[in-house]
Every structure is written in structure tokens, then in C-alpha cells.
């Protein structure tokens, strides 16, 4: 799309799409190879999370540079949040491997922070109105 339109998808949202592809990728070696476990798919997401934080992150700090309160600064305070907290639930899922109970609470724990990530979003890029209130979501 960005060859026909300038800058029709955003630079962070085309790094997003290339870290699900090399999750997508590591899931189909890992199906075909016939693994059973599927943790370090797990592991390869967490970091692809983390990276997509440190992208969003860096991409709002450098707006700001530029144009200052470009965006909000608890909004940027709020990215730079997400980076941590990706960076712990790496390190945890790093910490969990070789224990199935662990791995598993490990797993919901991702899933968690990626629910509460997306209801984020919503917020962010859905406006409000009586008919869908935010408060639903």
C-alpha cells in the first residue's frame, strides 16, 4: 500500500506485521517439524511483543522531539510502561521454561496483558457514543 500512498501504513504498524510473520513462520517450522511443545512460539511472541512496545515507544518520544506534546505525555508515559512490562513477562516466560505448571500460568499471564493491551486500543482509537459507550468494551 505504501507504494501507491506515502506513508499510508505507519512504520510501526509495518514492523507489527513483520514480527507476527516471523511468529507465523516459527509456528508453521514448528508444525511441520511435528513439535509438541509449543512454548518457544510462546517465547518468540513475548518478544515480538517487546519490540512492538520499544517501536511504539521510540516512534512517540521522537514525535515529541520534534513537535513537543505531539502526543500525550501520559500516553508516552503509558508506552514506556508497556516496554516494561513486556520486558517482565519475557523474562518470566524465560524463568517458567521447563516447568508445565509455571508455563501454563505464564501463558494466561501473556494473555491477560494482551486483553488489557487491546482494551487499551479500543480506548484509544474508538470514539464514544451513546449508542457504543466505551465502558462496554
Given at each position: 500500500?505504501?507504494?501507491?500512498?506515502?506513508?499510508?501504513?505507519?512504520?510501526?504498524?509495518?514492523?507489527?506485521?513483520?514480527?507476527?510473520?516471523?511468529?507465523?513462520?516459527?509456528?508453521?517450522?514448528?508444525?511441520?517439524?511435528?513439535?509438541?511443545?509449543?512454548?518457544d512460539?510462546?517465547?518468540?511472541?513475548?518478544?515480538?511483543?517487546l519490540?512492538?512496545?520499544?517501536?511504539?515507544?521510540?516512534?512517540?518520544?521522537a514525535a515529541?522531539?520534534?513537535?513537543?506534546?505531539?502526543?500525550?505525555?501520559?500516553?508516552?508515559q503509558r508506552?514506556?510502561?508497556?516496554?516494561?512490562?513486556?520486558?517482565?513477562?519475557?523474562?518470566?516466560?524465560?524463568?517458567?521454561e521447563?516447568?508445565?505448571?509455571?508455563?501454563?500460568a505464564?501463558?494466561?499471564?501473556v494473555?491477560?496483558?494482551?486483553?488489557?493491551?487491546l482494551k487499551?486500543?479500543?480506548?484509544?482509537?474508538?470514539?464514544?457514543?451513546?449508542?457504543?459507550?466505551?465502558?462496554?468494551?
Amino acid at each position: 500500500m505504501n507504494a501507491k500512498v506515502r506513508n499510508a501504513v505507519s512504520a510501526d504498524e509495518i514492523a507489527s506485521f513483520a514480527q507476527d510473520l516471523a511468529v507465523a513462520k516459527l509456528q508453521l517450522q514448528m508444525a511441520m517439524a511435528g513439535a509438541d511443545r509449543d512454548f518457544d512460539v510462546w517465547l518468540r511472541r513475548a518478544e515480538a511483543a517487546l519490540k512492538y512496545a520499544q517501536t511504539q515507544y521510540s516512534g512517540a518520544t521522537a514525535a515529541n522531539a520534534r513537535r513537543p506534546e505531539t502526543i500525550n505525555p501520559i500516553d508516552v508515559q503509558r508506552k514506556r510502561l508497556r516496554v516494561e512490562v513486556a520486558q517482565l513477562e519475557l523474562e518470566r516466560g524465560q524463568a517458567a521454561e521447563g516447568s508445565p505448571d509455571r508455563e501454563q500460568a505464564w501463558r494466561l499471564s501473556v494473555i491477560m496483558t494482551e486483553l488489557q493491551t487491546l482494551k487499551e486500543e479500543v480506548r484509544e482509537t474508538v470514539p464514544s457514543s451513546p449508542i457504543y459507550p466505551l465502558w462496554r468494551y
